[in-house]
């Protein structure tokens, strides 16, 4: 029992084993639901927490709403030499990275640069657990996802994009891999949803009403209103090329044609994910990891004293995080069949 | 003679060809003089002023200063089947890439996927020439260039990234591609130069003085202080991407990497590029391009009246620009040889 916060500290194991029971018991295959156990134990333990434990409702919840397929087996198609398919069968997006990423690695290793197209996947997470594990093992990634309509781009006046995230993660000789992951949106939808949750107010200039008026009431923002682009009209220029890479070269769905009102309580969009992967070692003269090593160097000289992704990577230590009892008897309560 | 502004109506052919000779006459080759010949012409008819004839100045005085070498002949070397290397041979970044295009766009429709990765080039002018052809041949392509240290990535103190452009490139059936190209910098160089010359004063947030306190003079951000990137935190570690993606991958320089000071005149970033290009017809179901004039009718309903690169595209038809006497002077002056 954390005293101070009234939480209470459980190991990383427990909580992963809490979680696998509470996606199998919710319909996923023993795979699928190790695989989202791990992922979002992670988020919770790395702090992301609009990704960790907050997100059990939304994936119970879209489960026993039929919407996501948790028992989906994946496809794997390999269309040319660099070029990776995968069709999610309307399951995770995480389960359909795991069924393609040997070959996707291979596909780099071999030609020096592939991608793994994912089609009809549904993706609540981060995107930081799909990309870090490349440059662990020597190698660049960039993900996108897109998600569903809840940000309106420079110039339009409805909601089409979605959150549409871009992750990117290369190999520091000798130090935390450089790993970023943001919606380029204003916000991530997650943190919005806690603010509302914690009746937060935010920043001005993350997004506006349902009358299309700014506003800074995060309730406001998900009952009728809209997110906007970060970075203006070069965020905005971003966030549209994130929803014609992945919806176009994976032949899912487009933000704003996610349609989820046959299924209440869907929450997961039912779009794709991309991610392009390059082999380093192939460039001359060589070297990547030492030429990125003196680029944090250079950072830190200037007075940059961390760098995207250093704290997450010290959190790969932690074997414990603390939650609240209240969280922790309503995910028990997941791990019942629902009524 | 246009009377209102007394300016000249000049066709294209002719700038062309007064352009060539001026890049010729200072030390190009001729197939290099006549590639940025076209690149600042059509930079100029696009109203793209920035990299119009504007960048004469610059590049005549780079390459009378023998900072860089206008008769370089790039090397090309095919490092794996996604895999294509130039070494530019401290030529101009214009002639690495027509030197490895055909090779290159080869591996892509081989592939599905391909990187163009290029050395110990120059690079003063726009991304969108480059990466336009890709699309209107049926490919998506993105670009990324660092350049020199003149932009302050959050939470340091020194001026270390350059202003890093990132263009995209996609093709749209029956429109004009999908284009974009923006420094991720508040403000592209160029912009921040006409700027200065022109006495006006910028939008605040766009850079800082040489206390690094925020300024709205062009003349202090180019004297002594420098630019922020665009979009905060997002935007800053985009343009540490593109600093990592590109040196590191090319074993070119970063851009706080670029000393020009025992080349008095030198304007040009000696640095790196990369182009990735994706071959969509590899995807399932196929249609990327019917695919991408869907988002087009899906914006265009939401309101967006145009998107990134129509204004571009439609300019292509022109013949003639408007240029004033005095830089037609000034031009012509440059033909001769220096003393």
Known sequence: MNVQSGAVDVSLEALKGLLARIFETNGCSSPTAAILADNCAAAEAAGSLGHGVFRVDGYVSSLRSGWVDGAAVPEVRV???????????????QAALHAGRDVFVQRIRETGIAILSIRGSHHLAALWPDVTPFAEEGLVAISMVNSFGCSIPMGAKE????TNP??????????????????????????????AREGRMLPPGMGVDSNGEPTTDPKKILN?????PFGGHKGSAISVMIELMVAGLTGGKFSSEVDWSAHPGAQTPHTG????????SFSEPGGFSSRSSQLIGILREAGMESYPGMRRWRSRGKTHVSISPAILEKL????KEPK
């Open 79 to 93: 269309k040319g030499a660099g070029y990776v398919f995968v069709d999610a069968k309307n399951g995770f997006a």
């Open 159 to 162: 909601p089409l994009l979605g």
């Open 166 to 195: 871009l992750a990117f993660a290369a190999p520091i000789k000798g130090a935390a891999p450089l790993v970023f992951d943001f919606a380029t949106t204003s916000m991530a939808n997650g943190d919005v949803q806690l603010a």
């Open 224 to 228: 009728g209103g809209a997110l906007v």
């Open 273 to 280: 994910q991309i991610i392009i992967g390059i082999d380093p």
């Open 332 to 335: 028990a309560g997941y791990t």
